[in-house]
């Protein structure tokens, strides 16, 4: 909690998905003063609920700080979540966002739209009416917002990877999003783990294993006919003793992330809109630096890592929208 004067709080910036809230106090700036967070995510919610928590989250704040504006983003926003808020088409920048927030009024709250894709790519950007799959996101829009405020040198061209459940790879031009496409590695890798035989060998305390990863990785590189023509060797090498059974999700995990960088990487390569888009990871450090070693394992080049820039990017959209206070932004 600030203490000093200069540190006036100006925004209520949180971050609420799935299985978790993040909540950060912040000031005039962006910078965080201070900060909330646990296992209060919209599946943890009961019906009827969301006030309630919402209030238990930021009455401390808003105590010492009546009238403090408030903005959300992530799955709050969803069918499944407070108040469901149509998605922003691309192409996309906090703009765009912030003239698609939805207000409840009743908590002094701004809801963030998320990003709908459902066009055609033309000239680097998605046009209506064409056949590149839909696709969505919710809350992955504020970090690159956040990315693009905090590191302005992105903002022309760039390449934004969000490594996950649903990874999802960004295509930035001009400081919009201009194309994005979900993988579900993640969540491939979660059903193999515990609803297939691939997870049969494996303890549930595995220890880490790099090397395993990595060959992995080469070998979803390798592949000729794709990866499900590899899945089973998560299996076949423990067996035929080239893999120890510790080390078989290790594998499986570098198999699945090799094969969606393979994918990436291909569409990259094919398109001259983002063929030389620079490569940046954004999130979770541990799994953003699996994807940097796999990345280099392709001979792509080393790409930076960013930590959580969710603050940022709400920072950003609340102030595109006017929430800030005079001066602020």
Same mark, same amino acid.
């Given at each position: 909690?600030?203490?000093?004067?200069?540190?006036?709080?100006?925004?209520?910036?949180?971050?609420?998905?799935?299985?978790?809230?993040?909540?950060?106090?912040?000031?005039?700036?962006?910078?965080?003063? #201070?900060?909330?967070?646990?296992?209060?995510?919209?599946?943890?919610?009961?019906?009827?609920?969301?006030?309630?928590?919402?209030?238990?989250?930021?009455?401390?704040?808003?105590?010492?700080?009546?009238?403090?504006?408030?903005?959300?983003?992530?799955?709050?926003?969803?069918?499944?979540?407070?108040?469901?808020?149509?998605?922003?088409?691309?192409?996309?920048?906090?703009?765009?966002?912030?003239?698609?927030?939805?207000?409840?009024?009743?908590?002094?709250?701004?809801?963030?739209?998320?990003?709908?894709?459902?066009?055609?790519?033309?000239?680097?950007?998605?046009?209506?009416?064409?056949?590149?799959?839909?696709?969505?996101?919710?809350?992955?829009?504020?970090?690159?917002?956040?990315?693009?405020?905090?590191?302005?040198?992105?903002?022309?061209?760039?390449?934004?990877?969000?490594?996950?459940?649903?990874?999802?790879?960004?295509?930035?031009?001009?400081?919009?999003?201009?194309?994005?496409?979900?993988?579900?590695?993640?969540?491939?890798?979660?059903?193999?783990?515990?609803?297939?035989?691939?997870?049969?060998?494996?303890?549930?305390?595995?220890?880490?294993?790099?090397?395993?990863?990595?060959?992995?990785? #080469?070998?979803?590189?390798?592949?000729?006919?794709?990866?499900?023509?590899?899945?089973?060797?998560?299996?076949?090498?423990?067996?035929?003793?080239?893999?120890?059974?510790?080390?078989?999700?290790?594998?499986?995990?570098?198999?699945?992330?090799? #094969?969606?960088?393979?994918?990436?990487?291909?569409?990259?390569?094919?398109?001259?809109?983002?063929?030389?888009?620079?490569?940046?990871?954004?999130?979770?450090?541990?799994?953003?630096?699996?994807?940097?070693?796999?990345?280099?394992?392709?001979?792509?080049?080393?790409?930076?890592?960013?930590?959580?820039?969710?603050?940022?990017?709400?920072?950003?959209?609340?102030?595109?929208?006017?929430?800030?206070?005079?001066?602020?932004?």
């Amino acid at each position: 909690m600030p203490d000093d004067a200069t540190q006036t709080p100006g925004l209520i910036a949180l971050d609420w998905g799935t299985s978790s809230l993040r909540a950060w106090l912040l000031d005039a700036t962006g910078a965080v003063l #201070d900060s909330r967070s646990g296992p209060w995510g919209i599946m943890q919610v009961p019906r009827g609920g969301f006030a309630v928590r919402f209030t238990a989250v930021t009455a401390e704040w808003r105590a010492r700080w009546p009238g403090l504006p408030a903005i959300a983003a992530g799955m709050v926003g969803s069918a499944q979540g407070w108040v469901e808020v149509p998605y922003c088409p691309l192409p996309a920048g906090p703009r765009e966002l912030a003239s698609r927030l939805e207000r409840i009024r009743d908590a002094d709250l701004a809801v963030v739209p998320g990003l709908v894709q459902n066009g055609l790519v033309q000239d680097g950007l998605v046009q209506d009416g064409g056949a590149v799959a839909p696709d969505v996101m919710r809350g992955e829009e504020t970090q690159v917002v956040g990315a693009l405020t905090r590191h302005p040198a992105l903002q022309a061209h760039a390449r934004l990877i969000m490594p996950g459940t649903h990874s999802k790879w960004v295509d930035v031009t001009d400081g919009r999003v201009v194309r994005f496409t979900t993988w579900m590695t993640g969540e491939v890798f979660a059903v193999l783990r515990h609803h297939s035989i691939l997870g049969r060998l494996a303890p549930e305390d595995a220890p880490a294993a790099e090397a395993a990863f990595l060959q992995g990785v #080469d070998a979803a590189r390798d592949a000729a006919a794709g990866v499900t023509s590899r899945l089973f060797s998560a299996r076949a090498l423990v067996l035929t003793g080239r893999l120890q059974a510790g080390e078989s999700l290790e594998y499986l995990s570098g198999l699945l992330i090799g #094969d969606e960088i393979k994918g990436a990487l291909q569409d990259q390569a094919a398109d001259d809109g983002v063929k030389d888009a620079k490569l940046t990871l954004i999130g979770d450090a541990a799994l953003c630096r699996r994807y940097h070693q796999a990345l280099v394992r392709f001979g792509a080049p080393a790409p930076d890592i960013l930590d959580n820039t969710a603050p940022w990017g709400l920072w950003r959209i609340a102030a595109a929208a006017g929430l800030l206070p005079a001066g602020s932004g």
